[in-house]
């Protein structure tokens, strides 16, 4: 990075690609296509080998990560990694000639904002869902929506209307996990201009990146040194975002890293720091295995667990049935230790997760769509529809009503909004 136009010094880093993307006329310029091809491509073969994957993309405010993950929905062209990833998923699979062979897709679409996970999928879900910690599973989001999909125009819809919503042996089973992940911007607040409850905001998600910045710096460590592990705890638990990641982050996933930087020479120093974080991000070191077959182990293992917490609470003459049925009633007995409150929780997050691994690939579809007509009902009463081809969402307009629609060259910010003109003076 030449830092000699601006009076600093020349920086160097070694990356594995490097991309120009800014103007279509220069020489070294590279198309979505190919930024797909040379990233998207091998990591959804991974997927398909059993391996979790994760693509997330950093950088400040206006660099490109959001288009490089998303792109333009109504450009073929222009379509980032995620489109195009489930697109190619999707004929990979109809392209499957084995009988033996069966795939199926499951979605989920969340946001981390402030610190709180909101499902996209689900809008009467609440915005705050739970992040909880399993010993078999690791970490995971209590009741986030899982929809069943069949087809790519299925990811698209969910896609839109989440967009809308918001403020992955022949006899055995493989399963995989692909986490796409598009960042906040990483500016710092005196460069944002930002006050009041603005400001505030900001802090939570500084919070999370900083603490991704900690978390990658550790590891980093770690790896670069091999006969003397680091001392120190690995941070991930300080933020809802590291603790959702912590398996890409040095763990059980092959992950790619995405650094998108402005070309302005004016950002020179956000572009040093995306640098530097992506150089210790290189330096981490995952330990992907091939998930093979987890299901029956995991349902056999929750099971066992979930009877030896039932006979913990049997020992202390609790009524676990009685627990399950009315858990907001104030209890009339002798209070409930701490330790017992966590037992119960932990024995109903247990029993609710092998109700969610025995469904059957029908029932989830029939959950799925319970839920898209849900979703939809919800969606009216924000202001927001689908068309009848069941393709597009966006502001339900009354044609007899005057209204304002915000727009935005970003196509994920444009007619998230509606405001009705009520008679009179307003």
């Known amino acids: 990075i030449n830092g000699h136009a601006i009076n600093k010094e020349n920086f160097s880093f070694n990356f594995d690609h490097s991309y120009w993307s800014f103007t279509k006329n220069d020489p070294h310029f ?3 296509k190919q930024v797909y091809e040379e990233l998207g491509v091998e990591m959804l073969a991974h997927a398909f080998e059993g391996y979790n994957v994760c693509i997330f993309a950093y950088g400040q405010t206006g660099s490109g990560k959001s288009y490089t993950m ?21 004929e990979r699979i109809d392209n499957n000639n084995d009988k033996n062979v ?7 679409y969340m946001e981390i904002y402030c610190e709180r996970v909101k499902d996209l999928l689900n809008p009467s879900s609440g915005g705050n869902l739970r992040v909880r910690e399993h010993p078999l599973l690791g970490p995971y989001v209590d009741d986030l929506t899982k929809m069943a999909v069949c087809s790519y125009n299925d990811i698209c819809n969910l896609m839109d209307e989440g967009n809308k919503a918001s403020d992955t042996n022949l006899d055995t089973e493989k399963v995989s996990k692909i986490s796409l992940v598009d960042l906040a911007g ?6 944002t201009g930002a006050e009041g409850q603005r400001l505030k905001e900001g802090a939570n ?9 900690l978390v ?18 690995v941070p991930y638990r300080d933020s809802v975002l590291t603790w959702l990641l912590r398996e890409n982050l040095g763990g059980n996933s092959k992950t790619a890293m995405l650094a998108a930087l402005s070309p302005a020479d004016i950002n020179f120093d956000e572009t040093l720091s995306t640098l530097r974080y992506a150089d210790r991000a290189k330096q981490i070191v995952c ?3 091939v998930n093979e077959d987890p299901n029956a182990k995991l349902i056999r293992e929750l099971k066992e667990e979930v009877n030896k917490l039932r006979h913990i609470l049997d020992e202390k003459g609790i009524d676990v049935a009685d627990v399950q049925d009315t858990p907001g009633r104030p209890n009339k007995g002798p209070k409930l230790s701490a330790q ?6 932990q024995l109903q997050a247990s029993e609710k997760l092998i109700a969610e691994l025995d469904k059957t690939w029908e029932q989830k579809l029939v959950k799925t769509e319970e839920i898209r007509k849900q979703r939809e009902e919800e969606l009216r009463e924000m202001g927001l529809a689908c068309l009848d081809d069941g393709t597009t969402l966006g502001v339900f307009s009354p044609k007899k009503l005057p209204h304002l629609v915000n727009l935005n060259e970003d196509p994920l910010m444009s007619e998230c909004l509606i405001y009705y003109l009520k008679e009179g003076v307003t």
Not at 340 to 345: D, L, P
């Open 340 to 345: 017992v409150h966590n037992t119960i929780e």
């Open 216 to 233: 990658i710096s550790k590891l980093a460590e770690e790896a670069g040194n091999k006969k003397k592990r680091a001392k120190g705890v």
């Open 205 to 213: 998600i500084n919070k999370s990146l900083t603490t991704l910045g």
């Open 287 to 289: 330990q992907a295995v």
């Open 70 to 90: 998303m792109g333009k929905a109504n450009d073929k062209e222009e379509m980032g990694i995620i489109p195009r990833l489930c697109d190619d998923l999707f």
């Open 30 to 32: 590279i198309s979505q």
């Open 186 to 191: 990483s500016e710092r607040a005196n460069s």
């Open 102 to 108: 069966q795939y199926s897709v499951e979605v989920s």
